[in-house]
Nanobody
Framework: QLQTVESGGDLVQPGGSLRLSCAASRLTLDYYAIGWFRQAPGKEREGVSY???????NYADFVKGRFIISRDNAKNTVYLQMNSLKSEDTAAYYC???????????????????WGQGTQVTVSS
């Protein structure tokens, strides 16, 4: 099964920054839109950010102005730069790939075909 691979999660203090990476060894990410999701214990998986094949982006309100999604097609990687981290950002973060062009549906996990195992982000002093 084709999967994405997330990396970059870590323990960081409030106000700190992390950059997550999403790669795929058997997918050419140029041809996929990518969504970042997160899931905290006891909570549902929620959409964080999205980048289309053409490079247009979407963000959940709770990360706007703090997180930046980008893609480097030469490296077959999508990034999520997370700044001004808060304790409520603590969660497992997942990237997902879809060959479809999603509008407002980018927040729905069921719209993505390929998922990774996640990377843990913990924001704590």
């Amino acid at each position: 099964q084709l999967q994405t691979v997330e990396s970059g999660g870590d323990l960081v203090q409030p106000g700190g920054s992390l950059r997550l990476s999403c790669a795929a060894s058997r997918l050419t990410l140029d041809y996929y839109a990518i969504g970042w999701f997160r899931q905290a214990p006891g909570k549902e998986r929620e959409g964080v950010s999205y980048i289309s094949i053409s490079g247009s982006t979407n963000y959940a309100d709770f990360v706007k102005g703090r997180f930046i999604i980008s893609r480097d097609n030469a490296k077959n990687t999508v990034y999520l730069q997370m700044n001004s981290l808060k304790s409520e950002d603590t969660a497992a973060y997942y990237c997902a790939a879809t060959s479809s062009s999603l509008g407002s549906g980018w927040r729905l996990p069921d719209n993505y075909e390929h998922w990774g195992q996640g990377t843990q982000v913990t924001v704590s002093s």
